[in-house]
Each structure stands twice: as structure tokens, then as C-alpha cells.
């Protein structure tokens, strides 16, 4: 009865000494998996790829230009992402790969207000890096800077969005259909409505030729279709209603394409 006795005092004394063990370690083991799920997910990579044809036609004396746009982007966190254009137009019996483009963006603000709901602010900026032949090609590395806001007011949605980008020599803008040897600088407004899958709106660019003092200014209706959560089709019409240039003159810009996530 004595043996039992001890043995039974042991297991007890054994037992009572593993759970307050158990018990000591709860706090740090609880703390390592949240920093380590944290450091995981700010660095949980999100990928898409956008191709979008355009076709710009000019009036009298300009040559209609195609135009193919494959974008990669990712997101590297929720607020840094980047992306790479690599676009291909054919004009004149000019077929090639245009100046490829290489950016990113830092959503470094935003909020929510009664006035105009939730809102972002965002500021990135990259190069345009001249390839392909001589009649797309940029004469010197392009660098730009641009900005995006976005905000809920009321039922629609706004976006403005602002890039300047610095000539250092001849640049063929398709805005234009040709080349400039002028800074640009390119504003774009979108106020949009969603609808079940369906988002309707109208998009207002303008782009300003800094040092030539040229402008054109575009206005259409734009429709986005999400056919699946992670695949959308796009498709716009612009209308120049304003033009001050020294080529001949935009009649129509179209864009379709197809938007996919990763």
C-alpha cells in the first residue's frame, strides 16, 4: 500500500510539474505565431495581367494607329504595387514594340468622411524605356511621375489620375499618332456608377504638351463587366471635344480588353 501510495504521490507531484510548465509557456507561444503571420501576409504577393487593343484614328492627313497592351502588376503589399507595359503599334506599315514602361505606386493616405465616403491617395512614378524601331522608338530614356485619387461620393465612384513625363528628346505619344518634343503632362477624370457585375461611367482626359503649348481633350462612356472575381472585360469610346495641335487632329479613340487576377 506504501509503494502505491508513493507511486500515486510521484504521478501527482509529475503532473502538476508538466502542467505548470504547460502553463509558464502559453504567453510567448501565443506572441510567435502572430508576429510570423503578420510578416507573411505583408509580403503575400498579388498578381494581374491587362491586355487592352486600342485603334486611334486621325483626320485628314493622319495615319490610323493599332495599338496591343500587355500589363503585368503586382502588389506587394497592400499598399506598394508595380507594373510593367510593354505595348505593340503598328502605323504606315510600322509594326513593333513601343517604348516599354516600368513604374510603381505607394498608396500612402487614406480615410473615410462623410462627405465624400472612403477615400485613397496614391504617388509613383518610373521610366519609359525606348525599344523597337526608329519610328515608335523614344530618342532617351523617358522618366514620369504620377498620382491617383480615389474616392466614394455618394453613389459613384471618382478617380482622378495625373502623370508628367519628362521628354529628353523625341517621344512618340499616341494621343498625338506622332512624335513630340514636349514634356506631356496627362490628367484623367472617371466618375462611374457599379451595377450588380456591370460599372458604367464617362472618362475626361487631357493632355497637355508642356512646352509646345499643344492640348487635346477627350471625353466618352467607358463599361466594365466583372465576369468572374478575378476577371473583368473593358471597353471605351473618346471623343476629342478640344485640340490645339500642330499634326493633324484625333477623330476617335477605342479600347477593349481583358483584365485577369492571380
Known amino acids: 500500500m506504501r509503494n502505491t501510495n508513493t507511486l500515486a504521490s510521484g504521478l501527482a507531484i509529475a503532473l502538476s510539474t508538466i502542467a505548470f510548465a504547460q502553463t509558464a509557456d502559453v504567453v510567448p507561444v501565443a506572441v510567435t505565431p502572430v508576429n510570423t503571420t503578420a510578416s507573411a501576409s505583408a509580403w503575400n504577393l498579388n498578381w494581374s495581367f491587362d491586355e487592352t487593343a486600342e485603334m486611334h484614328t486621325f483626320k485628314s492627313g493622319g495615319s490610323t494607329l493599332l495599338g496591343l497592351n500587355q500589363n503585368l502588376g503586382v502588389d506587394i503589399t497592400k499598399d506598394i504595387s508595380m507594373n510593367l507595359n510593354v505595348p505593340v503599334y503598328t502605323q504606315d506599315d510600322n509594326t513593333t514594340i513601343g517604348d516599354i514602361s516600368l513604374g510603381g505606386s505607394w498608396t500612402f493616405m487614406e480615410g473615410k468622411n462623410d462627405t465624400i465616403g472612403a477615400w485613397d491617395l496614391a504617388f509613383g512614378g518610373g521610366i519609359y524605356i525606348p525599344v523597337g524601331s526608329e519610328y515608335f522608338r523614344s530618342a532617351n530614356v523617358n522618366p514620369f511621375i ?117
Open 146 to 262: 504620377n498620382g491617383k485619387f480615389d474616392c466614394k461620393a455618394w453613389v459613384f465612384d471618382f478617380t482622378q489620375t495625373a502623370e508628367y513625363r519628362f521628354d529628353g528628346g523625341e517621344a512618340y505619344i499616341t494621343w498625338l499618332g506622332a512624335m513630340t518634343n514636349s514634356d506631356v503632362l496627362t490628367l484623367g477624370s472617371n466618375l462611374s456608377y457599379e451595377w450588380n457585375a456591370f460599372d458604367f461611367g464617362v472618362q475626361f482626359d487631357q493632355v497637355y504638351y508642356v512646352n509646345s503649348g499643344e492640348s487635346q481633350l477627350f471625353l466618352g462612356p467607358v463599361a466594365n463587366w466583372k465576369v468572374a472575381s478575378s476577371v473583368d472585360l473593358n471597353m471605351g469610346v473618346l471623343i476629342p471635344v478640344s485640340q490645339n495641335v500642330d499634326t493633324p487632329e484625333a477623330n476617335a479613340i477605342v479600347t477593349a480588353g481583358i483584365g485577369i487576377k492571380f
